[in-house]
Every structure is written in structure tokens, then in C-alpha cells.
């Protein structure tokens, strides 16, 4: 077995993500890190993360999950991987803790939008989901419409009532939650004037 495929199988318990101290513990040195940055094996991601190259080629959906296990998709990138929009997100938007270090969401890749959300909200309508065949902490259908009416006024007008109409049709709503949720967040008049009405 050579060298090259015991560093891989290193990489590989960690999600092809390893962190500076991660390194250390499995006695990858810094002479050895630039060597393998040199020969393509090895990138570095952002200051104190390394990121294994193969042609796999890690998805930036497993670079989110390493890097942030606690993370939640939302906005826009949930609104996209449940078909509500066309529109593409730029970036990853994830609901984090509001006492998160705001520093460590500053990164080139992949670049995440942070949404910070109070503890009492955060966990509200948390599932699991699927993106690049990478498991993802995510919000499901009814809380990620109950934010985009919290958020109706800042929302581009064309994408809100594009989304509202899709999860209108969607047979896997369920308006009971929908309702649930709206009340625990505070947007249940919203919910009853804009969505109520199709319902």
C-alpha cells in the first residue's frame, strides 16, 4: 500500500476535510501538507482547513457539512432543492447558532451566507435532506415558507409569489404544520392572508 493511499484513507475519516489539528493528531507535518499541497493530493481551503483532491473532487455540499456540522440549509438554497425557485443561489445560505463566531462563516470557498437565529427558532422544522449525494441538515417545506414571509418585504416580489404558488401545488405540503410553525414564529396573520387563501 503506498503512501499516497494511506494519506487519502486519512483524509477520507474525516469527510476529505482535515483541520490543522486534525493533521497533528494523525502526525501529518507541515513539510508533509506542502508536499502533498505541491503535488495536486492536498488543498487548502481556507486558513486551518485542507481539503483531500481526487476525482471524486469533493462537492462544495461536503465542504459545508465538514466544515459546519451544526449548520442548517435555508433560504434560498432550501427554496432551490425543494424546486420552489429557478433562480440559483450564489452562495450557501445555512442557519446558524447566534452565538456563532461571525469570523469563521469568512471563507472563498464555498462561500456561505449565515443566517443567525436565536436558540428558541433554530430547531423548528429541522430535517434531513439530500444534495450531491451528501446527507444535509436542512429546513423542511413548511419552514422555509414561514421565513420567506417573515422576510416577504426584502424578497425579490417575483421569486415570494413564484414560491408561495409552488408550495401551494406541491402534494407533499402539509398546511397543518404550515400553521404550527407560523404561529411559533410569529408570522401566522401572513400566513393565513397571503397562503390561507389558497389553501
Same mark, same amino acid.
Given at each position: 500500500?503506498? %503512501?499516497? =493511499?494511506?494519506?487519502?484513507?486519512?483524509?477520507?475519516?474525516?469527510?476529505?476535510?482535515?483541520?490543522?489539528? *486534525?493533521?497533528?493528531?494523525?502526525?501529518?507535518?507541515? %513539510?508533509?501538507?506542502? #508536499?502533498?499541497?505541491?503535488?495536486?493530493?492536498? &488543498?487548502?481551503?481556507?486558513?486551518?482547513?485542507?481539503?483531500?483532491?481526487? &476525482?471524486?473532487?469533493? +462537492? &462544495?455540499?461536503?465542504?459545508?457539512?465538514?466544515?459546519?456540522?451544526? $449548520?442548517?440549509?435555508?433560504?434560498? +438554497?432550501?427554496?432551490?432543492?425543494?424546486?420552489? +425557485?429557478? !433562480?440559483?443561489?450564489?452562495?450557501?445560505?445555512? $442557519?446558524?447558532?447566534? /452565538?456563532? %463566531?461571525?469570523?469563521?462563516?469568512?471563507? *472563498?470557498?464555498?462561500?456561505?451566507?449565515?443566517?443567525?437565529?436565536?436558540?428558541?427558532?433554530?430547531?423548528?422544522?429541522?430535517? +434531513?435532506? #439530500?444534495?450531491?449525494?451528501?446527507? =444535509?441538515?436542512?429546513?423542511?417545506? #413548511?419552514?422555509?415558507?414561514?421565513?420567506?414571509? !417573515?422576510?416577504?418585504?426584502?424578497? *425579490?416580489?417575483?421569486?415570494?409569489?413564484?414560491?408561495?404558488?409552488?408550495?401551494?401545488? *406541491?402534494?407533499?405540503?402539509?398546511?397543518?404544520? @404550515?400553521? &404550527?410553525? %407560523? $404561529?411559533? @414564529?410569529?408570522?401566522? /396573520?401572513? $400566513?393565513?392572508?397571503?397562503?390561507?387563501?389558497?389553501?
Amino acid at each position: 500500500m503506498t %503512501a499516497q =493511499v494511506d494519506y487519502q484513507k486519512i483524509f477520507d475519516k474525516y469527510n476529505g476535510i482535515m483541520r490543522t489539528c *486534525d493533521l497533528m493528531k494523525e502526525g501529518i507535518f507541515y %513539510a508533509k501538507i506542502q #508536499e502533498l499541497m505541491k503535488e495536486g493530493q492536498v &488543498e487548502k481551503i481556507k486558513y486551518g482547513y485542507y481539503q483531500w483532491q481526487d &476525482e471524486r473532487a469533493f +462537492t &462544495e455540499a461536503s465542504a459545508v457539512v465538514s466544515l459546519f456540522p451544526e $449548520a442548517i440549509v435555508c433560504d434560498m +438554497t432550501a427554496i432551490m432543492y425543494y424546486g420552489y +425557485t429557478d !433562480r440559483v443561489a450564489g452562495v450557501w445560505h445555512i $442557519a446558524v447558532n447566534n /452565538k456563532s %463566531a461571525r469570523n469563521k462563516y469568512k471563507l *472563498d470557498f464555498p462561500e456561505v451566507k449565515p443566517h443567525f437565529i436565536d436558540d428558541a427558532r433554530l430547531n423548528i422544522g429541522l430535517t +434531513t435532506g #439530500e444534495i450531491d449525494g451528501i446527507s =444535509v441538515r436542512i429546513y423542511d417545506r #413548511e419552514r422555509v415558507i414561514c421565513d420567506c414571509l !417573515r422576510h416577504m418585504n426584502s424578497m *425579490d416580489g417575483e421569486v415570494f409569489n413564484v414560491v408561495i404558488q409552488r408550495y401551494v401545488h *406541491d402534494k407533499k405540503k402539509n398546511s397543518a404544520k @404550515l400553521m &404550527e410553525y %407560523a $404561529a411559533k @414564529l410569529g408570522v401566522e /396573520k401572513k $400566513a393565513r392572508r397571503v397562503i390561507g387563501v389558497w389553501l
